[in-house]
């Protein structure tokens, strides 16, 4: 079977720092996967190679088999990314702002599932308010809104609870799981170890460039008895 994402020996310098240091993991279809790692560990940088935003120096990565550099669009397609940074065009209202997402992927007559992703993610109240006028939480959930817009089969999320209330929070991640129940494959970056542990069926750990850690959830919590995420976490962080 066609993993959902294949990096294989992915390589990034900028300037002489190594962002990414011959970085191979493979993440299955349907999966719910973490990609953990302290600030500067390489975690963005992967997600912007994979998305196409960044030109690694080498090694490969494909998105349900499309190679993201000589098949950039059929990956590009098969992908949503929420990212980090609040990105966003201050002169159309949320709806606006969903339809012109949709219309980058050839998709008309896309309301009722916009509709859809308004009320899970508690915007339907904003559909028509500019984005200028949106609070830094609510642009939060208009970038996953985004993300989601041409309704992917892989779905990257890097760190999309940071300033987001708890309320959100919650609704934000029934949402993924159940498009995760669906079929959707789902990768994670989040300072939240507990979000992790909660949601994640498989865990990478980077540090500096590289992988110190691939395993399940389950197996690498069994190497530490008694242990959360969190503690397994600053152990490998300081090993």
């Known amino acids: 079977m066609t993993a959902a994402v294949s990096i ?3 390589v990034k310098k900028f300037g002489p720092v190594e ?3 011959g970085v191979s993991l493979d993440i299955a279809e349907g999966g719910f996967f973490g990609l953990l790692g302290p600030n500067g560990a390489g975690k963005t940088t992967l997600i912007s190679a994979l998305a196409g935003l960044v030109r690694a ?14 098949d950039f669009r059929a990956a590009r397609r098969l992908l949503g990314v929420v990212p980090q940074e609040l990105v966003f065009d201050p002169f159309f ?21 916009i ?9 339907t109240g904003k559909a028509e308010t500019n984005m200028r006028r ?20 892989v779905i990257v999320l890097d760190e999309p609870t940071a300033g ?18 669906e079929g959707h494959t789902i990768v994670l970056t989040t300072h939240y170890l507990e979000e992790a542990e909660a949601l ?35 152990r490998t962080m300081r090993a």
């Open 8 to 10: 294989t020996q992915v």
């Open 115 to 123: 509709d859809e992703i308004l009320a899970n993610l508690d915007l």
């Open 164 to 181: 987001v209330d708890v309320e959100l929070r919650q609704g934000l991640w029934q949402f993924i799981r159940r498009l995760n129940g």
């Open 57 to 70: 120096d080498s090694g490969t990565l494909k998105v349900m088999g499309h190679d993201v550099v000589s």
């Open 134 to 153: 949106l609070s830094g939480g609510m642009k939060r959930r208009v970038l996953v809104a985004q993300a989601l817009v041409h309704k992917p089969p």
């Open 200 to 234: 994640c069926q498989r865990i990478a750990l980077m540090k500096q460039g590289r992988i110190v850690a691939l395993d399940t959830t389950e197996r690498l919590l069994a190497e530490h008895p008694g242990a959360s995420l969190e503690d397994v976490f600053i």
């Open 93 to 113: 209202n949320v709806r606006e702002t969903l339809r012109i997402q949709s219309g980058y992927f050839g998709i008309r007559n896309n309301d009722d599932w």
């Open 19 to 21: 962002a990414l240091a």
